[in-house]
């Protein structure tokens, strides 16, 4: 069917919608940093994992990341590459079919590395090592985003590192930035490079990680492709790899929703959703993300034109509430322009990113699954989840 994209009016809800024109334009400027700064950018899954766009991703980039099994597999067997994977912690149980979906794996702790990383070069002998590396430095100034906070449970600080690596330790992997500018990146390699250049002569490879929001309409790209290039000047021998997730899903498509109520309690009206923020837009309520309703002014809790809004009595201010039975499944307050009416489509835009992966198993996680203890002592499993469903989910 053919679709106004700017109302989506006739469009049953409630759906996530990714446009093409939009995901191809952030390919295509991820693609050209690439190219000028001669860099390899590949996707992060944990922010964007819809595999039946993959035909479209192959057209710009080569690889992906991963973070789980099940995301290593998707990116294997769906998008048709290894992955660059990385996890906290690995298992006895999994080290081996990750090693075997990926082409480079890196550990989180020299414990971890010292544990697997011959099992996994056993395993695929052409596989890549690396260990994840923390410089103490990060400008993000939201604990829950920060890998670089105090008692950080990422990466190795460069006091624990041996002066001579190991021979099969390939490269650093080092992760500081959250949505943040070029400017961010160009003063954080003074610190990655103060605190580990000494090994850059030992390795083949860093990654820089995520968080590079490249595709923002104020990035500044020609700052970042400087910095880049300026980086391989320095250090010409080694491969230097980007894995933003945010970047190839930024702005490309919206949920959109239904009013199926409205209302009010002391004062306080609220639009209840054919959707909601618990069970479809997590990332709302648990981080610090406020998103923006189409045609509508946002008005966050607390802020100083929510507070203006309320003391005037301005009009068509409402809370949007989801249709759970959770009491804080709502968010607050949007101004709208007119009186909202049961039936009317409210927009949630750019949400493709993050939110979409956040409805099923974010970093294809797997649930636990699910037993029952029998009178008798007998543990009987009613359910578990595999790939498979992990896969569906993101059908």
């Not at 020299?110 to 011959?118: G, I, P, S, V």
């Not at 607390?302 to 249709?323: F, Q, V």
Request: aromatic share 10%; with cysteine.
């Amino acid at each position: 069917m053919t679709v106004d994209p700017k109302t989506f009016a006739g469009v049953a809800t409630p759906i996530y919608i990714l446009e093409e024109s939009r995901l191809r334009r952030n390919l295509s400027l991820i693609s050209r940093v690439a190219r000028e700064a001669d860099v390899e950018i590949i996707l992060a899954f944990k922010a964007y994992a819809l595999w039946k766009t993959f035909p479209i991703f192959r057209e710009y980039i080569n690889a992906t990341t991963a973070s789980s099994l099940n995301e290593a597999r998707l990116g294997f067997e769906e998008f048709g590459s290894p992955t660059h994977t990385f996890s906290p912690a690995y298992t006895e149980d999994e080290i081996d079919d990750i090693a075997r979906c990926s082409s480079h794996i890196t550990f989180n702790s020299l414990t971890q590395y010292e544990r697997f990383a011959k099992r996994a070069k056993t395993t695929n002998p052409e596989i890549q090592i690396g260990v994840r590396v923390n410089p103490e430095y990060s400008e993000i100034e939201t604990d829950i985003y920060n890998p670089c906070a105090v008692g950080s449970r990422f990466g190795v600080t460069n006091d624990k590192l041996p002066e001579i690596l190991p021979s099969d330790i390939d490269g650093f992997h080092c992760h500081c930035h959250c949505e943040s500018g070029a400017d961010v990146l160009q003063r954080t390699l003074v610190h990655i490079e103060e605190k580990f250049g000494r090994w850059f002569s030992q390795i083949k490879w860093l990654n820089l990680g995520g968080g590079h929001l490249m595709t923002r309409k104020d990035y500044d790209v020609e700052l970042l492709i400087r910095v880049l290039q300026g980086l391989h000047e320095r250090y010409p021998h080694l491969k230097i790899i980007l894995e933003p997730g945010s970047a190839f899903g930024w702005q490309a498509g919206p949920l959109v929703s239904e009013i199926v109520d409205v209302v009010e309690d002391r004062g306080i009206k609220t639009a209840i959703l054919n959707v909601s923020f618990t069970c479809h837009m997590p990332d709302c309520l648990e981080m610090p993300y406020w998103p923006a309703v189409r045609g509508a002014v946002t008005l966050e809790d607390g802020s100083e034109e929510a507070e203006k809004a309320k003391a005037e009595n301005t009009p068509y201010i409402y809370r949007l509430g989801g249709n759970s039975c959770l009491s804080g499944d709502f968010m607050g307050s949007w101004q709208f322009d007119h009186e909202l009416r049961v039936g009317e489509k409210i927009i949630f835009e750019d949400m493709l990113h993050y939110t979409t992966v956040k409805t099923c198993m974010f970093n294809g996680i797997a649930h636990p699954s699910i037993g029952m203890l029998r009178e008798d002592g007998n543990l009987t499993v009613l359910r578990q989840f595999s790939y498979e469903d992990y896969r569906d989910m993101m059908d």
